[in-house]
């Protein structure tokens, strides 16, 4: 396969949030809406188009979540009545990347809500495939296999194939020969958000998410302005090095070099952070030659 | 004063804002975009700072020379953005009753800026290749 193969991204974002009782995929994860978040690590791995398939306009939650992610940089489909379910949401994206001159060679099928979803492990799964374009590339935590999926064109195009009742989840698993498992450090791509608990999990005492600022070589590396580790709390300084070190491997070579800021101060590495501050990583600054 | 701008820099007339009545010495630095570092050309240098943490930084670095030297005014100011060769990125002005103090607070406020205040800056080489510059990190 030539390097000039093209990656896209689907996300199918019309589910009603039925079990956690709100939108969702507009919950603020550092201050940025989920779909926007979503989105913008997709872009950032090099997924083009990213397609996501927004609830109709006239759902409440519609024109926002079309418009979140729009602005991250999104083609945003919306459906005339809500797909019944996700698999639905995948066709009419398949169908609609089909439309064009040049269909993908593969997508990345990634459930909106990924709230850890990483740039560096998109791009480590879209690397896979690349090796072999023909597989079906799957992250796993410890075993169990998670999202984001990297499904071959011709697979993504067999979702529309399938008797109405069937999932993708069945397609792939009538292709189990093929799918290649890549082994990640972090129970990231296993996290979904489906209930109040979820969010009480990802936004709790026990596991905070903390979302840490990038500059410079550090923004260059993970690709984004910004990445969001898991980490207990109570956390020193030293925790967020490690917690970088596991969770963004991109960001590993220099996760131990640089200064930490804690609310735009330089902080030791025994320094505990209070809750809600702003964390950054500070490269050296430019200094050089006297 | 200090002040963090994508704007080109007026270096007169930040110097022209710390003069002073009862200034004996004025002494303004600049920090301009360089060609040539050794036998490597540079096109292009592009500056990014943490806006927030930068401008604390730098009203500390004023706060603190102010403790140290009897300085009249002081003006720090950085450009951030894409520089062309020659133009100014940092302008470094005080004012004091007399020279000595002046030299000596310009000479810290620059090398400390260096240090501390958060802008980095990528170098774009005439051969085509892009790098930041991270001392130590290399």
């Known amino acids: 396969m030539s390097p000039t193969s093209t990656i896209a991204a689907i996300v199918p974002a019309a589910g009603a949030s039925v079990r956690m009782g709100r939108p969702k995929l507009l919950l603020e994860f550092g201050g940025r809406p989920l779909i926007a978040r979503v989105v913008e690590a997709l872009v950032a791995a090099g997924a083009r188009p990213v397609v996501v398939v927004a609830p109709p306009a006239e759902a409440p939650e519609g024109p926002a979540v079309a418009r979140a992610a729009f602005e991250a940089g999104a083609d945003v489909l919306v459906p005339d009545s809500r797909p019944a379910t996700m698999r639905d949401s995948v066709e009419l994206a398949v169908a609609e990347l089909g439309w064009a001159d040049e269909p993908p060679d593969a997508v990345v099928l990634t459930p909106a809500d990924s709230p850890r979803l990483d740039v560096s492990v998109v791009e480590r799964l879209i690397a896979a495939w690349r090796e072999s374009p023909g597989r079906i590339v799957a992250p796993t935590f410890e075993g169990r296999r998670g999202h984001p999926i990297v499904l071959p064109w011709q697979l993504a195009e067999a979702v529309a194939d399938l008797p109405p009742d069937v999932g993708v989840n069945a397609l792939i698993a009538e292709h189990a020969w093929k799918v290649f498992e890549v082994p990640i450090e972090s129970d990231a791509v296993l996290v979904d958000l489906d209930t109040p608990q979820d969010l009480e999990r990802l936004q709790g005492s026990s596991a905070a998410t903390r979302t840490v600022r990038l500059f410079a070589i550090a923004r260059q590396l993970a690709g984004g302005p910004e990445v969001v580790v898991a980490l207990d709390d109570p956390a020193t300084v030293a925790d967020l090095r490690r917690a970088l070190v596991e969770q963004h491997p991109t960001l590993g070579s220099i996760a131990d070099r640089v200064r930490i800021a804690v609310d735009d101060e330089y902080a030791e590495d025994d320094a505990v952070l209070p809750p809600g501050a702003t964390l950054a990583l500070i490269p050296p600054v430019s200094g050089g030659g006297v | ?138």
Not at chain 2, 66 to 89: F, N
């Open chain 2, 1 to 138: 004063m200090v002040e963090i701008t994508e704007s080109p820099l007026d270096h007169a007339a930040i110097t022209e804002r710390v003069r002073h009545v009862n200034a004996g010495a004025v002494c303004t630095f600049l920090g301009t975009v360089r060609e040539m570092t050794g036998d490597r050309r540079t096109v292009a240098l592009e500056y990014e700072a943490y806006p927030e943490m930068a401008a604390k930084k730098l009203a500390e670095l004023e706060a603190e020379a102010r403790r140290r030297w009897p300085l009249i005014e002081v003006a720090l100011a950085h450009r951030v953005g894409r520089l062309e060769l020659g133009d100014v990125s940092v302008v470094v002005a005080v004012s004091c009753p007399h020279r000595g103090d002046s030299f000596e607070a310009c000479r810290w406020l620059i090398d400390t800026l260096k240090d501390v205040v958060p802008i980095w800056k990528r170098e774009n080489w005439a051969d085509g290749r892009e790098e930041w510059v991270h001392p130590g990190l290399e």
